[in-house]
């Protein structure tokens, strides 16, 4: 069956460094991946989109990696602020309206 | 929150009564979703509609039924609900129509729902 991996353990770092989270997948050939982000008590939030052909996407802070033949992508912060401290989804999608998100990973930036 | 509300915010219920959550949204978009979200599980999809009246299951549909008689209203109906399913609820919304870039979920503020 399908399946996503995100670190389950919280991701902490000092203000400043830069935060990498992890999206694994296993049995599946997504043709996109998408990242979101979820403050506490709150719905998630649609940050990125990168395709199965596009090894790299960026937006202001952010860097998104996908590499099909690792089965991985990586979700990187720049220069990272507290503000920044949320819960980070990952999610999956074949090419059809129904994404598969995994159960997200944590991170706190301290100041 | 892009156009979409949920109701209501909260409630606490006993095991064995029913229990409606409705979601709307302005947006006029074709589809919606409800979710649970638990920790140790994520996001679980539970029912999704992609036009008036039609509307499928998700992996944990088990006990739970929906409604979408209206583009912009999306029920989710627990009809006895169970200690199992306390939980927060959220309601999502999609454009998708056939690229990548519409495939982006709008997301409700979500429903969290206490049964006793």
């Known amino acids: 069956s399908q399946k996503i991996e995100q670190n389950s353990e919280a991701l902490n770092i000092q203000e400043g460094k830069t935060a990498t989270l992890t999206c694994n997948y296993t049995n599946y050939s997504p043709a996109y991946l998408q990242w979101y982000r979820q403050d506490p008590g709150r719905g998630p939030v649609f940050l990125l989109l990168i395709r199965e052909n596009e090894k790299e996407k960026r937006k202001e802070r952010l860097k998104v990696t996908f590499d099909t033949t690792l089965k991985q992508s990586l979700f990187h912060i720049t220069a990272s602020q507290p503000a920044d401290s949320a819960t980070y989804l990952c999610?999956?999608?074949?090419?059809?309206?129904?994404?598969?998100f995994g159960r997200g990973t944590s991170l706190i930036v301290h100041p | 929150d892009a156009g979409i509300t949920q109701s209501p915010r909260h409630k606490v219920t006993e095991t064995g009564t029913p229990v409606t959550l409705r979601c709307h949204q302005t947006?006029?978009?074709?589809?919606m979703y409800w979710y649970r979200q638990d920790p140790g599980h994520g996001l679980r999809l539970i029912h999704y509609s992609y036009g008036v009246k039609d509307t499928d299951k998700g992996e944990v549909s088990d006990g739970y039924s929906v409604s979408r008689s209206k583009t912009e209203d999306f029920l989710l109906t627990l009809e006895s609900a169970t200690s199992s399913q306390t939980s927060v609820y959220f309601c999502a919304i999609s454009d998708y129509s056939g690229r990548a870039e519409t495939d982006t979920q709008y997301f409700g503020p979500g429903t969290r729902l206490t049964v006793l």
């Open positions: 947006e006029n978009h074709r589809y």
């Open positions: 999610a999956l999608s074949g090419g059809s309206y129904i994404p598969t």
